[in-house]
């Protein structure tokens, strides 16, 4: 327990942190101040503080505030007689005021709701603001004040630190986590001994937890005991780190072990630079390496060594060895010092003008105690290293005690990584035995394990307990397989025991038999299994149910009880929720991000019943706070930017607050502390600020690139390098290397292509440097700067394709995607071997290369049929440019398995689908098909000589298991041989089938008739039944529909994910509002929001009867449903009758109102202010009719930005005139010929034959929809 003399040592110990760390503040005649400091960081003396420090400082002291730890409340002046003056300006140059200002501007319990018994028990920091203080009277306290004082490093610093209890040493090591890590990036501490080191790394830690760089500054030099306690820490925050971090710092700690290891670099020959750059005095350059040769004597003739950074990762280091790359930053994460700052002199460095030595390109540097250090920055490895690691080795570390920890709690590893170190282990193992007796130790490696069938009930256990993590595609059967085992060995179904031995694979049980186990049961093994257990929805509403026990007031701690099965909770429950036990928990985020749209708007009327709106939008989290209404963020009356700060605002709420906070005036500052809110500026607000200083303008903007549109980086881009055209008349003619270097990355690229060709050469360095690390996401694919960046890099290389060797095609880095087939044919043999790996790993590949890049694969590598496993492991995303092609593969045995992994290994397609000129990829439905073929096709199956013995394709029945296992691709099956299901089958596999989202109206028919089988005409149905059926419900007819049995908003809601047809919704929207005996008046928000697509099916009066506070609250939601014209009329209507005439929409309410904005008539559009079209949402643009877009001036058509430009359909474009066009060029940021664009689109990919793929984007789908309304409305009268 705390004394209240221990609480005054806290206090002045913190007074003599600050003055230690910032000498130059204190009195010279005080007789407490330090002593001289040493510029050294590491030895004697103290970093500056980085750039916003004081923000960082403040964001780690809040975590404290959460963790429990009281504010610590100081006197204005508590000790007089120190000398010490503070004052309380955030700007004072007295940085002791920084501390205390820092500490008074956190938000302070009520000093009332503590007693002094409560706060020492707690080991909570406070004190009492009085007039005097009582010091500490025993010797040892003021003995160790003393020490306080006279710290003179940071690492001593921390010494004492760590001896102070829980609640001040937060504060403390919150204080100081920028500077240690400052410290720590500055040099590889190789004068510092390893404990002084600890220490500082140890101190650091705080910040990579919880606020980590987007691109962290990793030192370029660093010995390896140093090395193993970074990589420690790094490890022990693995979980706070992006996956782009991951990656940074697994390639920095592989660069690391190269040079201290086996004296060579990874990057030694990545680039360099020819003759056209200006060589230092005395500096020399290795000569120039043949491809294939190196100077290493291990190496074999012809091999090459190239990096392990694959083409279009932006976020791998891009430096030479010993040079440090820029980051972009987050506010209040950028690590530079402040302008007028100096960083602390370094110490000595090896002499790195010297070229080190280039490593072999199989260079076996994974030895165990590498693995050891790694820990779990192992899950990442690329196919390259792992397959380099000693079998002897990876079975050492496999039984060593770090082995579990590198592979537990680290997601869900790529499929062909995962299996190819677990077929490593199996190889090493001296007998099968030493695996299986080993399973507890796998981690997400158990995800790969095909050998369940013959393990026991124990080892299946010891296996099940292990898939939490799994995301691979064949999990699932594994998890049946291990479930079984462990349900037959069970003497009683419904004990506890068994949901615990069941683990994750409780997600497999029936809702029914979940129902048998007792609540508390349920309970716990919710609790067990977290937040992150995907459960079906039956199975959700069943636990739901079960643990609620029918109740329709529950409190905020029986909701979180139920963790991820909190989808089961009805709209109604969640409206009557309070806020006690709920807001201020950190579960309620998780829990809250697995609701549904209509669950979250439910749950926070009920909060807004509770409280204000000020406190609830402090405490709610960022899952939550993106459903709040305009109309809400205007009752909290936010007035400060401080207010905004740490908050994931969405772009309507941004343009809201930014309005109202700052109304058009802006300034640098402002603008840093704006955070997700960046989203709301508006290009005009942009170029005001640019008057003051381009240069930081810009710099500010790219400090938060996360949240910037392209808009806005093309507005950015445009405003500076018109200033700095200004500034010096054909500035980047001659432009020098710093200048170059002081240009973000990201608006670079926005660079006219005529500008870009005219770069000098000596300015190459920095510019390979940045288009290294550069992300081309935000240029239209048909932008003609590409081909220009990619030229103009090629040039700085200075050789013919021919000479090049691997290293230095692989330093283009994104660009390297860019790279034309004719330009790739000219490579040496093991160059483009090398270059076509690496192009399949980029994210963008331009369309009109596809044909030609197909191509040159089956020139290199033949038809792609006779490619083996591992040609298509190394080379498969490349083969989705060719639908044919992965159609016509022939059957192999492992071709499934090898696909699946393939399809695993992509990244999810991005909701709504980007538009043409910024898609990210080929499409999927050919793999999709494939993989479905090659599951359902008995001729597939089967090998040559026994296909004439089996059942001709189809024959074959559709199973349970084979239903659950397709999931989205039961969407290929014909209605032939869907007719072919027995009712017991539909009826266990209906849920799996509700869930495929676009059927075609003839499955639909035959699905309706299997249906009707199973369970009986559409009146003898329950909702729960309704619920199942899920999709296949559109396969009812006009007169079926409005009579489905069901009044909850929650099943209408779970309905509107399908994609039904006009007169369908009618239908069913005119059933459920008979049901729920309300007229449209008295619908609430919630209602609305529950609605969703069905709301397009009101008439003319009903549209007019909408509630005008229920639309005010809910038009967000409204909005982003996709109605025919006619009711997008209507909607427009409402609003405006309740937001006034479209002249005077800002920009906050455009983006709110979404797709109704389609709506506005010829009239109003043009009425429409130019900074509004940018906030238009996306979607709404194609919806448009055209000749409402042609009346839009050139300006307005120009400010619709490139996120917006991008979306206008052919239709569109072709009424526009020639200025018209030539401004929707510009809007896209860089001209484009869209008849060229068209002329390629046709034909870079072979036509399809194939159902339209499960999945798709809902703007495609409604779209069809309501075109083809009248003639599915005809065919399904005529079949039915």
């Not at 369908?1064 to 969703?1092: M, S, Y």
């Amino acid at each position: 327990m705390a004394s209240p003399g221990e609480k005054a040592l806290l206090l002045l110990f913190l007074v003599h942190a600050v003055s230690a760390l910032y000498p130059d503040t204190m009195s010279p005649m005080s007789p407490m101040s330090p002593m001289m400091l040493d510029p050294d960081p590491a030895t004697s003396g103290f970093p500056s503080p980085p750039a916003r420090f004081q923000d960082m400082a403040k964001k780690l002291m809040m975590r404290c505030l959460q963790m429990g730890h009281l504010v610590p409340m100081t006197m204005d002046n508590p000790f007089n007689n120190s000398g010490v003056q503070m004052e309380d300006s955030m700007s004072s140059p007295n940085p002791l005021s920084h501390f205390h200002s820092l500490l008074t501007s956190l938000p302070a319990e009520e000093t009332d709701t503590y007693s002094d018994t409560d706060m020492d028990s707690a080991s909570h920091f406070y004190f009492q603001p009085n007039s005097t203080m009582k010091y500490p009277d025993s010797d040892r306290e003021w003995n160790v004040t003393e020490r306080m004082w006279n710290c003179s490093s940071l690492p001593s610093f921390i010494e004492h630190m760590r001896n102070s209890s829980a609640g001040p040493q937060c504060f403390l090591r919150a204080f100081i986590a920028p500077l240690s890590w400052v410290a720590l990036m500055m040099k590889g501490g190789d004068d510092m001994e390893p404990e002084d080191y600890g220490r500082l790394v140890w101190a650091a830690k705080p910040l990579l937890q919880n606020m980590p760089p987007p691109q962290m500054t990793l030192p370029p030099w660093i010995q390896n005991p140093h090395l193993e306690k970074m990589m420690k820490m790094l490890g022990e925050v693995f979980g706070s780190l992006s996956e782009e971090q991951r990656v940074q710092i697994r390639e920095w700690a592989k660069e690391r072990v190269a040079q201290n290891n086996y004296n060579c670099s990874h990057t030694a020959a990545a680039w360099r630079p020819r003759p056209i750059q200006e060589q230092k005095p005395g500096q020399t350059h290795r000569p120039e390496q043949e491809p294939g040769q190196t100077h290493r004597p291990e190496q074999e003739p012809g091999q090459t060594h190239r990096p392990e950074q694959k083409p279009g990762q932006t976020h791998r280091p891009a430096q030479e060895p010993g040079q440090t790359p820029k980051p972009e930053q987050e506010p209040g994460q950028t690590l530079r010092p402040e302008v007028g700052q100096n960083w602390p002199a370094r110490p000595p460095q090896p002499d790195m003008t010297v070229m080190p030595s280039p490593c072999p390109p199989r260079l076996v540097w994974l030895k165990m105690d590498v693995m050891k250090m790694m820990g779990p920055f192992l899950s990442g490895l690329p196919m390259d290293d792992i397959q380099t690691i000693p079998n002897d080795q990876l079975c050492q570390f496999f039984h060593s005690p770090q082995f579990p920890s590198s592979f537990r709690g680290v997601g869900g590893l790529p499929p062909l990584q995962g299996r190819k170190i677990l077929q490593k282990i199996r190889e090493c193992s001296q007998k099968r035995d030493d695996l299986v007796q080993n399973l507890d130790r796998l981690g997400s490696l158990a995800c790969f394990y095909d050998d369940a069938p013959t393990l026991n009930s124990s080892m299946s256990r010891l296996l099940l307990s292990q898939l939490d993590d799994c995301s691979n595609s064949g999990v699932n059967k594994l998890k049946k397989k291990l479930v079984n085992t462990v349900m037959s060995s069970s003497m009683d179904d419904t004990s506890p025991e068994l949901l615990r031995a069941l683990g994750p694979g409780v997600t497999l049980l029936s809702p029914f038999h979940l129902s048998q186990f007792s609540p508390d049961a349920l309970k716990d093994t919710l609790m067990s299994l977290g937040s992150e257990v995907k459960w079906g929805l039956t199975q959700a509403k069943t636990l739901a149910n079960k643990l609620l026990q029918g109740k329709q007031e529950v409190s905020g701690k029986e909701l979180m009880s139920l963790g991820s099965a909190v989808t089961g909770v009805a709209s109604s429950v969640l409206r009557k929720v309070k806020s006690q036990g709920l807001l201020g928990n950190e579960g309620l985020d998780m829990m809250s991000q697995k609701m549904t749209s209509l669950q979250r708007k439910a749950l926070l009327e009920g909060l807004l019943g509770d409280v204000n709106a000020s406190e609830l939008i402090q405490k709610v989290p960022a899952s939550l706070l993106s459903s709040l209404s305009l109309k809400t963020l205007d009752k909290a009356n936010l007035t400060s930017l401080d207010q905004l700060e740490g908050k994931q605002w969405t772009r309507a709420q941004s343009a809201f607050l930014v309005r109202n906070i700052l109304g058009k005036k802006m300034t640098l500052p402002d603008m840093r502390k704006l955070g997700s809110a960046m989203q709301g500026v508006a290009c005009e607000m942009i170029e005001k600020v640019a008057e003051s200083g381009v240069l930081e303008m810009a710099q500010a903007v790219t400090e938060t690139p996360r949240w910037l549109s392209k808009t806005q980086v093309c507005c950015t881009a445009q405003s500076l390098f018109a200033g700095l055209e200004n500034k010096r008349a054909g500035y980047f003619n001659n432009i020098t290397d710093t200048e170059l270097e002081e240009i973000p990355t990201l608006l670079l690229l926005h660079l006219p292509a005529e500008k870009i060709a005219s770069l000098p050469a000596s300015v190459c360095a920095v510019f390979m440097k940045k288009m290294k690390e550069a992300n081309l996401s935000s240029l239209p694919l048909t932008s003609r700067s590409r081909p220009t960046l990619t030229n103009r890099a090629l040039n700085c290389l200075g050789r013919n394709m021919s000479k090049l060797s691997s290293e230095e095609v692989l330093s283009l880095g994104s660009l390297l995607c860019e790279l034309a087939p004719s330009q790739m044919s000219l490579l040496a043999p093991e160059v483009l071997n090398s270059t076509v790996q690496a192009l399949a790993s980029c994210k963008q590949i331009p369309p009109r290369h596809w044909r030609a890049l197909f191509q040159l694969l089956n020139d290199t590598y033949g038809d792609p049929s006779d490619w083996t496993a591992d040609t298509i492991k190394s080379l498969g995303p490349l083969l989705l440019l060719d639908d044919s092609a992965v159609r016509s593969l022939r059957f192999k045995s492992w071709l499934k398995e090898t696909l699946s992994d393939l399809m695993d290994s992509l990244p999810s397609p991005p909701v709504p689908n980007p538009p043409q000129e910024f898609s990210s990829g080929p499409d999927l439905s050919a793999l999709r098909w494939k993989l479905f073929s090659l599951s359902t096709s008995t001729s597939e199956v089967m090998p040559m000589r026994r296909r004439r013995a089996v059942l001709p394709q189809g024959e074959a029945g559709l199973t349970v298991s084979l239903l659950e296992e397709l999931g989205g691709a039961n969407v290929y099956w014909s209605p032939a041989q869907l007719s072919k299901m027995d009712a017991a089958t539909i009826t266990a596999a209906v849920e799996t089938l509700g869930e495929v989202l676009d059927y075609s109206a003839e499955q639909l028919v035959v699905l309706r008739e299997k249906a009707i089988q199973a369970w009986g005409p559409v009146s003898g149905l329950n909702e729960s039944q309704v619920l199942q059926l899920g999709c296949v419900s559109q396969g009812f007819n006009l007169t079926e529909l409005p009579s489905l049995p069901f009044s909850s908003l929650d099943t209408l809601e779970t309905l509107s994910r399908c994609s039904w047809t006009q007169p369908q919704r009618e239908a069913v929207w005119r059933g459920f509002v008979e049901r729920i005996n309300k007229t449209v008046g008295e619908l609430g928000a919630v209602e609305l929001v529950g609605l969703d697509q069905f709301i397009c099916g009101l008439n003319t009066e009903e549209t007019g009867q909408l509630n005008t506070d229920a639309f005010r609250e809910a038009v967000q939601s409204v909005g982003e449903v996709q109605c025919p014209l006619a009711v997008t009329e209507l909607l427009k209507q409402r609003a405006v009758a309740v937001f006034g005439e479209p002249q005077g929409w800002t920009e906050a309410r455009v983006n709110s109102l979404g797709n109704i904005m389609a709506g506005l008539s010829l009239s109003e559009f043009p009425s429409l202010s130019p900074s509004a079209f940018s906030f238009l949402s996306p979607t709404s643009v194609p919806l448009i009719p055209p000749d409402r877009l042609a009346a839009l001036s050139t300006s307005q058509l120009k400010a619709l930005g490139p996120d917006n430009a991008a979306m206008v359909t052919n239709a569109q474009w072709a009424v526009l005139g020639e200025a018209q066009q030539a401004a929707l060029g510009n809007a896209l940021g860089v001209a484009y010929d869209r008849v060229a664009y068209d002329r390629a689109e046709s034909t870079t990919n072979p036509p399809r034959n194939l159902p339209q793929l499960s999945g798709a984007s809902m703007l495609g789908t409604l779209g069809v929809g309501v075109f083809m309304q009248p003639f599915l409305f005809i065919l399904l009268g005529f079949v039915l």
